[in-house]
């Protein structure tokens, strides 16, 4: 069976918890946050998620965890056949990562302590974030799912990046990022209400308290030092 590393308030194992349950892929979960010298050992850069197959594979980075499940489990595909098609899914993926949810992300530390990022950190990830939704607005169909008429990849993996830039986004710089994008908002409530989404979020909330403790410990930590 296979072990999901990390914690349910990370968007990022979220996205792969997400698409094993979709897949119906049996799992067991494994609660570590990321700085462990445990995580060190299935993820080479420390980070959440990853993964350990039955055979003792350890795999890390949402996508390529997600592209791996993929191709071993290919019932119940979540990419299009076609090339093309396939191609436009990962390019709204890529997209989401690069220009909403890695700026959204410089915004984190901010969020935690409290305290308002500096006004050149603000204005540099509004310009990012900008990009983001005019390349957004370009390639998303919402026509019902984010790539068009079937559910994929890009649906999980858009869901969860909204959930930091949401957040980020409101707090630091005062602005409702996913109602720049025309039919977002809409797509989002509809993911939000599947039992799969409703589990995870419901984790996400059971484990928040715990993930704040940790948190605070690391920011004491390297105020000590
Ligand atoms: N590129 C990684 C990013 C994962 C990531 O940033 N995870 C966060 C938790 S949501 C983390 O482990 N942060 C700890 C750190 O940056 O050291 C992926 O796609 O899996």
Same mark, same amino acid.
Do not use: K, M
């Given at each position: 069976m296979i072990t999901l590393h990390g914690f349910a308030a990370s968007n990022y194992y979220n996205i792969v918890k997400h698409t094993l349950l979709y897949k119906e892929v049996p799992f067991q979960e494994n609660l570590i946050f990321a700085g462990s010298d445990e995580l060190l050992k299935v993820s080479p850069v420390g980070k959440v998620p990853a993964i350990t197959t039955a055979e003792g594979f350890n795999l890390s980075e949402a996508n390529v965890i997600c592209d791996f499940i993929e191709e071993t489990y #290919? =019932?119940? #595909?979540?990419? #299009?056949?076609d090339a093309s098609e396939r191609a436009a899914v990962r390019q709204i993926m890529k997209i989401a990562e690069l220009y909403l949810e890695l700026p959204s992300r410089r915004l984190i530390p901010y969020v935690f302590s409290g305290t308002q990022a500096p006004d050149t950190v603000k204005e540099e990830v509004r310009q990012v974030l900008t990009r983001g939704i005019g390349a957004l607005n370009q390639v998303? $169909?919402?026509? #019902?799912w984010i790539a068009g008429k079937e559910l994929t990849m890009a649906d999980i993996y858009m869901h969860y990046v909204n959930v930091v830039v949401k957040a980020c986004a409101q707090a $630091?710089? =005062?602005? =409702?990022?996913?109602?720049?994008?025309?039919?977002m908002k809409e797509w989002n409530k509809t993911m939000s209400q599947s039992d799969i989404a409703q589990k995870i979020e419901a984790d996400r909330v059971a484990n928040m308290p715990e993930f704040m403790q940790h948190v605070q410990a690391q920011i004491q930590a390297a105020n000590a030092k």
């Open positions: #290919p =019932d119940t #595909p979540l990419y #299009p056949t998303c $169909q919402f026509s #019902p $630091q710089l =005062d602005w =409702d990022v996913l109602a720049e994008i025309p039919g």
